[in-house]
Every structure is written in structure tokens, then in C-alpha cells.
């Protein structure tokens, strides 16, 4: 069952942007009021918050989408635009075009400064990954058994620490480099 009578498709949609362009929550709660065709004066009382206050928040939203106004927003809800891609997904993607199969997904992480799960996510979803050098590593479990081997550590225990102390893949990776111990 939808919120408010939405359909799947803006439901799934709007679960993408929440994803893949960070959107909060009360920016997706604005999204569905505005597909519903509610108005700026309409949400401030419902959202019991002043009138200028949701002007703002549309500004906000329409430059994470790249949209001009509400109608863009429909149109992007509804599946009939396709939204502009966020900055960081950008460089991404110029990266691994620039440099064809010549990093692994960590390394790209560390050179952009982000996340390695991030990366993995934002590649798997450009269906870049014939792009990115394989030799190392694709996944986390291809890290952990990587950094195991190399610390002389069983797979499992070296996994099961990770787990244990909420441990991060990129917290392992960043201590590796830090300490240079290998990587």
C-alpha cells in the first residue's frame, strides 16, 4: 500500500532519489505533496511550518534534481525526465572514463576521497564496470581476503573482527594506508 494514493512508479522513484541523491525524508514527504498537486500554502500548513520556509525547501530540492519548477519534479516522478546527475556521481564517472581500467575500486575511492562502498554502488549503477581494473579487488569481500593475505590472517577472523568492532571496509582501508602496510 502506497502513502497517500501514490503509485509503485512514484513510490519507486522516489526511493531512488532518496538513494542515489541523497534526499531526506522531509524532502521526499515534499515530493509527494507536490506530485499530489498541493499547494506552497497548502504543505506549510499541513507540514505546520511557514509558507517561505517551503519556498526554500523547493529551491533546495529542485537544484539536487536540476529541475526549473514543480512540473520538471512531476516529470521527473513520474519517470517521463530523467533527473541530473548529483556532482559527486559526475566525477565518478568522468574519472573512470578518463581513466579507463587503470584503478581498482578502492583506489578510485581514496584518489576521490570517498567511500569504497559508495563508489562500488555509483559504478555498479552506471554499468561501468568493465572499466575499472579487476586484478585486486571488486567487492569487500574481495578487500577483507585481500588484506587478510596480507596480514597473514585467516578470511574469516580477520571478517569476523570487522564485525565484531563495526568496522568499515574504508576504516580498514584508510588504517592500511595510513600505517603503510601495504596497498
Known amino acids: 500500500m502506497s502513502f497517500l494514493g501514490l503509485n509503485c512508479k512514484v513510490e519507486e522513484t522516489l526511493s531512488y532519489l532518496k538513494v542515489y541523491y541523497g534526499l531526506k525524508d522531509k524532502e521526499i514527504e515534499l515530493c509527494r505533496l507536490i506530485y ?66 587503470k584503478y581498482t575500486y578502492v583506489e578510485i575511492a581514496s584518489l576521490l576521497n570517498l567511500k569504497v562502498r559508495f563508489v562500488i554502488t555509483i559504478i555498479n549503477y552506471l554499468n561501468l564496470r568493465d572499466l575499472v581494473k579487476t586484478e585486486r579487488q571488486n567487492s569487500e569481500s574481495e578487500v577483507i581476503r585481500y588484506v587478510s593475505k596480507m596480514l597473514k590472517v585467516r578470511y574469516m577472523h580477520l571478517k569476523r573482527f570487522l564485525n565484531k568492532y563495526c568496522i568499515t571496509i574504508d576504516k580498514l582501508v584508510y588504517t592500511v594506508r595510513k600505517y603503510k602496510l601495504f596497498l
Do not use: W
Open 36 to 101: 499530489l498537486g498541493y499547494s506552497n500554502k497548502d504543505i506549510a500548513k499541513f507540514l505546520g511550518v511557514r509558507h517561505r520556509n517551503i519556498e526554500y525547501k523547493l529551491c533546495t530540492l529542485y537544484k539536487k534534481l536540476g529541475c526549473r519548477n514543480r512540473f520538471d519534479l512531476v516529470a521527473i516522478l513520474n519517470k517521463k525526465r530523467q533527473p541530473v546527475l548529483p556532482q559527486h556521481v559526475q566525477v565518478i564517472h568522468k574519472f573512470v572514463m578518463k581513466n579507463k581500467c
